[in-house]
């Protein structure tokens, strides 16, 4: 007796076929919460430092502004402790980090049929109004991270994980603001 | 000594450059989890704010309870130095606000900055929006921190955990932790049923058994215990011991005097000895605290600047700083020294031009006072604060400033 298996969907070749692999569905939450956890861990044994991505940033923006503007850095004392004289903004831990994760990000989506340029947003709004709001959301985000010197990789899980008093105090704040705002931007995402 | 985290973290990354690589291993996990998780998707983050799908909270917390009962696993049973994990600071205020701001911007543009990343890196155009969006914000918080400065840097708390704050052992705020967590998934659940229309029937059993292993490893965390100051000292003793008998730790004064004047150095003293005598005469810049304090400002001096700072304690003879080194040591602060020969000492190498302080003949070695001042003057005698350009004195420099990378990298966050 011999079975037919159900020919498969054949993939397409070269780069069309980057963007066009059968797409899969998430991993369940908490499964996923495990293995952040599992990396956010190791992170911390190996290393002393847990995950991060606004300093990532803060540290690539100032690279690009001590190439521009060195003498700028120099007068801003925020900026100096960075990029300051010959220090180099991306020696540090928060760089590879970051860029690491931007990499595991593309590798993940490939290999779940994700690599998709789309834009997601709720029904009732338009795509500039959603890319309006998340230029915004993404400055206001990086803007308020950076006061809180980290955001919620940097404060919430390394914070959260290591039991710092203030990151959990300003965790509570993160999910307060969005609550508080959530009701007055409904429309824009249900 | 607990083999982590590895030596080669606690120095410079750019004296191993293959640690650059390991931290880019450790963000690609990271963003590959977050990936897998569903992050790169604004409608999925944004559904956490309309109850209808709480990933956002069981992947966050369950990403926190996880590596919380792992960390504080680990270094109960003395694998994990938890002295040299990086807490972050709390800044209260800014903070707080910081943390409403980022509410905001979560809720208006859908992502926060590590799932911007990963959603550009899927090419989700609005995520490559945020994340330049985010870039612009960083850029502008950098441009604009001058005219807050003061409130930045405000309500200042350093290292400063929740057994801090609720005067708890580790152990009772772990299991305390993970049962909140718990009972956020129980509610978030329920919120999913009732708003999200979700069937519960439907989630896997397994979620079961992940809840017991967190309360089983919880509760062995509260069991265990985190080593306290004995167990830290028998596990650096005999290394400790040694350096202590060869007098690689005890510094002459003079060479206090010359790392003082040094303004690449950052010098903390710290006199251990009782108020009477510190009252009567000490260094200036000299802080008080007393042994049994000493504790109690580990977590303020674990986040000194380790490239260049040097803690130098000292009571009257070497005795009593002797027992605060040990302490430090076992508390893994580095770069601590002994003044030799304690106040007495310094006062018989730099105390000539004081006339009236006269020795009283109390034998060396009993961490007594040797000489009589004649009033309670602190560090109003010219002897406390001696011109390093003055003295021309000869010791054997003893302070090897070990290169250590800050705890937070340099930068925050």
Known sequence: ?190 | MPIFPLQAFLQPLSENPWTYLVFGVIGFGFGYVLELSGFGNSKKLAAQFYFKDLTVLKVMFGAIVTAMVLIFLSSAVGILDFNLVYVPETYLWPGLLGGVIMGFGFIIGGFCPGTSVVSAATFKIDGILFLLGALFGVFAFGETEKFFDGFWHSSYFGRLTLMDVFHLPTGVVVLLVVLMALFMFWGGEQLERLIGKRDLAREPRLRYAGAGALIVVALAVLVLGQPDAADRWARVASAKEASLAAREVQIHPGELLANRADDKLNVLILDVRSEADYNVFHLDGARHVPLDQLRAIVPELLQQPAENTVTVVMSNDEAAATDAWKLLQAESVSNVYILEGGINNWIKVFGAAEREVTPTGTPVGSDRLAYLFPAALGSRYEAADPDANEWKIEYEPKVKLQRKRSPSGGGCG
């Open chain 1, 1 to 190: 007796m011999t079975t037919i298996a159900p020919a498969r969907p054949k993939p397409r070749a070269g780069l069309r076929g980057v963007f066009s692999r059968p797409e899969k569905p998430y991993i369940h939450p908490y499964l996923g919460g495990a293995l952040l956890g599992i990396v956010l861990f190791l992170a911390f044994l190996i290393t002393r430092n847990g995950l991060g991505a606004s300093g990532g940033m803060n540290r690539y923006v100032a690279v690009v502004e001590d190439a521009i503007a060195p003498g700028h850095i120099d007068r801003t004392p925020y900026l100096l402790k960075l990029a300051g004289g010959a220090k180099n903004p991306l020696d540090d831990w928060s760089v590879p980090v970051i860029t690491g994760a931007l990499l595991g990000g593309m590798v993940s989506g490939f290999f779940n049929g994700r690599l998709k340029a789309e834009i997601n947003k709720g029904p009732r709004i338009t795509n500039r109004t959603r890319l309006l709001l998340a230029f915004t959301g993404g400055a206001i985000m990086a803007y308020g991270a950076r006061m809180a010197r980290g955001c919620t990789s940097g404060q919430g899980l390394s914070g959260g994980a290591t039991l710092s008093a203030g990151s959990w105090a300003l965790m509570m704040c993160i999910f307060g603001g969005a609550y508080a705002l959530a009701y007055f931007l409904r429309k824009t995402w249900n």
